[in-house]
C-alpha cells in the first residue's frame, strides 16, 4: 500500500510543476547584496534569488528609476 501512495504522490507534484511560472530575469542590481539576481514572479512579486529580498513597489519603481539613469549615462 506505500508504494501506491508514492505514486499518488509523485503524480500530484509533476502536475503540480507544469502549472508553476518561470520568473523573469530582471537585469537589476539587488541593493541588499549587490547581485544581478532580481527576478518577477507572479505569485512573489520581485525578488533576489541571491538573498531572498522580496522588493515593495516603491523599491522596485526607485530601483527602475536608478538602472535608467545609469543606462543614460552610460550613453
Do not use: W
Not at 29 to 51: A, N, Q, S, W
Request: glycine share 4%.
Amino acid at each position: 500500500m506505500e508504494n501506491f501512495d508514492f505514486v499518488i504522490t509523485l503524480q500530484v507534484k509533476e502536475e503540480g510543476r507544469k502549472q508553476m511560472f518561470e520568473p523573469e530575469y530582471e537585469n537589476i542590481t539587488c541593493p541588499k547584496c549587490l547581485t544581478r539576481e532580481v527576478y518577477f514572479d507572479r505569485e512573489m512579486g520581485h525578488y533576489c534569488m541571491f538573498c531572498g529580498h522580496q522588493f515593495s513597489t516603491e523599491e522596485m519603481e526607485m530601483l527602475l528609476e536608478h538602472e535608467l539613469c545609469n543606462a543614460s549615462a552610460d550613453k
